[in-house]
Every structure is written in C-alpha cells, then in structure tokens.
C-alpha cells in the first residue's frame, strides 16, 4: 500500500513543482510522478547529507517540492530549453 501513497504524493509533489518552474512542461501523469518522487528522493539525500535527516528519515513535504524544482530545472538546462 506504501507504493500508492507514494505515488500520489509523488504526482502531488511533481505538480505543485511544475506549477512553481516557469515554462511549458510537456509531460503527463506519470513523468510528473516520477519527477515528484525523484525530487523526494533528491531531497532525502541533500538532507542526510547534510546531517537534517538521520537513517530511516525521509525529506518532508515542502523538502521534496524542492527536490522536484530543482530536478526540473536540471531537465530543463540538460534539454536546452529557455524558459524566459
């Protein structure tokens, strides 16, 4: 059951993210949730990293939206769209 609440945060997480990220963003449904659950993925990382999170600790809500924005505009530099 674990994997459909992730899935749903995840697709939450991707739109609130594709929504703060000026430009067009040609995806769908699932590349949205794929992108909010790598953002959250992203975001458990930096924190461990950074000593925020300790094993077994997973990046909040707003950490993950983050991720995800900052993936976004990975994306968009590697694909060399101008979004201005």
Same mark, same amino acid.
């Given at each position: 059951?674990?994997i459909?609440?992730?899935?749903?945060?995840?697709?939450?997480?991707?739109? #609130?993210?594709?929504?703060?990220?000026?430009?067009?963003?040609?995806?769908?449904?699932?590349?949205?949730? #794929? #992108?909010? #659950?790598?953002?959250?993925?992203i975001?458990?990382?930096?924190?461990?990293?950074?000593?925020?999170?300790?094993?077994?600790?997973?990046?909040?809500?707003?950490?993950?939206?983050?991720?995800?924005?900052?993936?976004?505009l990975?994306?968009q530099?590697?694909?060399g769209?101008?979004?201005?």
């Amino acid at each position: 059951m674990w994997i459909v609440e992730a899935i749903i945060i995840g697709l939450i997480v991707g739109f #609130i993210a594709r929504l703060a990220v000026p430009g067009k963003h040609p995806t769908g449904l699932i590349v949205t949730a #794929i #992108i909010g #659950i790598a953002g959250s993925v992203i975001a458990t990382a930096a924190g461990k990293a950074a000593g925020w999170y300790h094993s077994g600790q997973s990046a909040s809500f707003l950490a993950s939206i983050v991720g995800a924005i900052v993936l976004l505009l990975a994306l968009q530099a590697l694909s060399g769209r101008r979004t201005w």
